[in-house]
């Protein structure tokens, strides 16, 4: 797409709210089945979409159902375990089907089979990093140390990877979010009674820059999963001074608090984003591993730098070194030099104003023989137009189909 999306989480946000709001808004429920089709676990569950009724307005529910029949308000659990109550001491029944018990390593080695693009893999690892990083804060331990309870069950996971193909889907140009609720009071887990918000969902906060909103509402309102895939996918928190709304989408949720348990989702044109403004961020590295500066570049397209290219140059004393050049718009300047300054060894950043052309552009879907792939097309100034396939989609095909890439780029081609 060429707009950006807006999560209004004023109310609440979690795992499935997430998939089922971007649903709603118009990604594609197709690709998200055939993508977790290809789960290692793919027999173990089965998704359900259905349209319910909150507070009289109609949205999009989105539902795991596990083979023993396990419904889907599982997302607190991971962290704290499988028992749990509500804020009032009232016990919740126990669980005692068996989750596997993973740790980071499985969890994003099952990441690694799966049949998503390069960008959907790219969030869904990063947002299990963030929550493995907030579960060892907590426990005192080291991520890989880490043994996620449900988080590494089946529901979790398919809600992890959902989210990353669906954002992926739709390709914003950045994420805007509301700050999160915060909610009040405690819930029951297995390790005793802990407070809302709970542990992971602070950690996250704090280690990721998320801010929140305070609300006097009881309950839990903002989820782990939910609070890692907000921070996974580089979401700013300012709007832009004007926009117009494309879209809306609405998600449900399972739990019932003082407010309705609904997110939603803004398909938005940005109109700060069109004026073809943008700045160059750029500095000299000379004493850096190529692994971290792989995983900086990573770092900053997720965190939603438009275009990230290293350059080999000579430093001071005829050192041999990388130049960074990171492109971004402005209102994105301030978090990319933090990121900057967090994942590379660099202690200072030139930054330069600059002024573009950019030719109009959209994005559309085709059918192939080998399933839906987008496809992007521009206007060239005297009026035609020129389309390309996109790269991640024809990748997927490639893998998923066992065919050599320029046979499946060359089968896109001939249907646009």
């Not at 804020?87 to 799966?114: K, S, Y």
Request: charge should be negative.
């Amino acid at each position: 797409m060429t707009g950006s999306l807006y999560l209004d989480c004023s109310n609440g946000l979690s795992g499935d709210m997430l998939v089922a709001a971007l649903l709603d808004a118009g990604a594609s429920e197709e690709r998200l089945r055939s993508v977790l089709a290809s789960l290692p676990m793919a027999g173990e569950f089965e998704v359900r979409v259905n349209r319910r009724t909150i507070a009289g307005l109609d949205a999009c529910d989105f539902d795991v159902v596990l083979a023993h029949g396990e419904t889907h308000d599982h997302d607190m659990a991971y962290l704290h375990g499988h028992g749990r109550a509500h804020e009032q001491d009232v016990a919740a029944p126990e669980h005692h089907h068996h989750h596997a018990h993973r740790n980071l390593a499985d969890c994003l080695a099952i990441v690694g089979t799966v049949a998503m693009t390069d960008g959907a893999r790219s969030i869904a690892r990063r947002a299990f990093q963030i929550l493995a990083d907030a579960e060892a804060a907590a426990h005192g331990t080291t991520p890989d140390q880490v043994h996620f309870h449900e988080v590494g069950a089946v529901d979790s996971i398919v809600d992890f990877v959902a989210a990353a193909v669906l954002i992926d889907d739709l390709a914003p140009r950045r994420v805007y979010a509301a700050p999160l609720p915060d909610g009040h009071g405690t819930v029951r887990c297995q390790h005793g009674v802990i407070p809302v918000p709970v542990p992971a969902v602070v950690n996250i906060c704090q280690q990721q820059g998320l801010p929140f909103a305070h609300v006097d509402v009881e309950g839990e309102l903002t989820t782990p999963t939910g609070a890692a895939l907000l921070a996974a996918v580089g979401t700013c928190f300012e709007l832009p001074a004007a926009y117009t709304v494309r879209k809306v989408g609405l998600g449900a949720g399972k739990r019932a608090y003082a407010v309705p348990s609904l997110l939603r989702v803004l398909l938005i044109d940005d109109a700060v984003g069109d004026t073809g403004h943008i700045c160059k961020l750029e500095c000299d590295i000379d004493d850096a591993t190529p692994e971290l500066l792989a995983y900086a570049a990573e770092r900053l397209r997720t965190e939603g730098a438009r275009e990230v290219h290293w350059l080999p140059v000579f430093s001071k004393k005829g050192r041999p070194a990388y130049q960074l050049q990171v492109i971004v718009v402005p209102q994105d300047i301030e978090r990319i030099q933090g990121v900057i300054f967090q994942e590379t060894t660099t202690i200072g950043i030139r930054h330069q104003l600059m002024d573009r052309t950019v030719l109009p552009r959209e994005e559309s879907t085709v059918e192939t023989p080998f399933g839906p792939a987008r496809v992007k097309t521009v206007t060239l100034p005297d009026g035609s137009t020129r389309s390309k396939p996109e790269f991640d989609d024809l990748a997927a095909i490639a893998r998923r189909e066992g065919l050599p890439l320029r046979v499946v780029d060359a089968a896109v081609r001939k249907l646009i």
